[in-house]
T-cell receptor, first 113, second 112 residues
Framework: DAGVTQSPTHLIKTRGQQVTLRCSPK?????VSWYQQALGQGPQFIFQ???????QRGNFPDRFSGHQFPNYSSELNVNALLLGDSALYLC????????????FGSGTRLTVV | RKEVEQDPGPFNVPEGATVAFNCTYS??????FFWYRQDCRKEPKLLMS???SGNEDGRFTAQLNRASQYISLLIRDSKLSDSATYLC?????????????FGAGTRLAVHP
């Protein structure tokens, strides 16, 4: 039973560029949440997708957008990259309405130069 | 005030020591809480959950004080392999959906 899969594992981008990160949830899960974790900080909630719609959003600018596909996989897009966007981006999958069954992927480490 | 606050540490302890981490939360509506463990450059993994006053699992004990909005994690007989960052987590519900709110984490280093 595959867990959460994220791609790519590492990425280097230049300021102003755009990036797309991908996540495949654990089998049986229908909800995907994205988190940003800066060095030395805890994960910060970006947004959550269920039934292909954004259901909740954290305090992130509109440069951060996402999408969920019918197979429950998800993408995180960040436009106009800033140096401060450098972080580990974590995807977590779960079942809608449940808070105890979160499974995290190993993350995508984004470096903006 | 942050939604979940933790002492950042680091805690440097010898093997065999007992160490306790503290966490406070601001949302009094939260019913359950979690401790996640995160190894360097890896993803967080669930260590323990706390739904009532406390929970014990081997060397680990988590306690909840709702009146003070305070959660703790106690590690007894520390092992080298316990070295990691421990994240305090509170779920928050909104419009029928939930999200996990993480503290900044407490770093533990166990030395021989």
């Amino acid at each position: 039973d595959a867990g959460v899969t994220q791609s790519p594992t590492h990425l280097i981008k230049t300021r102003g560029q755009q990036v797309t990160l991908r996540c495949s949830p654990k089998s049986g899960h229908d909800t995907v949440s994205w988190y940003q974790q800066a060095l030395g900080q805890g994960p910060q909630f970006i947004f959550q997708y269920y039934e292909e719609e954004e259901r909740q959003r954290g305090n992130f600018p509109d440069r951060f957008s996402g999408h969920q596909f019918p197979n429950y996989s998800s993408e995180l897009n960040v436009n106009a990259l800033l140096l401060g966007d450098s972080a580990l981006y974590l995807c977590a999958s779960s079942l809608a309405g449940e808070h105890y069954g979160y499974t995290f992927g190993s993350g995508t480490r984004l470096t903006v130069v | 005030r942050k939604e979940v606050e933790q002492d950042p540490g680091p805690f440097n302890v010898p093997e065999g020591a007992t160490v306790a981490f503290n966490c406070t939360y601001s949302n009094s509506a939260s019913q359950s809480f979690f401790w996640y463990r995160q190894d360097c450059r890896k993803e967080p993994k669930l260590l323990m959950s706390v739904y009532s006053s406390g929970n014990e699992d081997g060397r680990f004990t988590a306690q909840l004080n709702r009146a003070s909005q305070y959660i703790s994690l106690l590690i007894r007989d520390s092992k080298l392999s316990d070295s990691a960052t421990y994240l305090c987590v509170a779920p928050m519900f909104s419009g029928g959906y939930n999200k996990l709110i993480f503290g900044a984490g407490t770093r533990l280093a166990v030395h021989p």
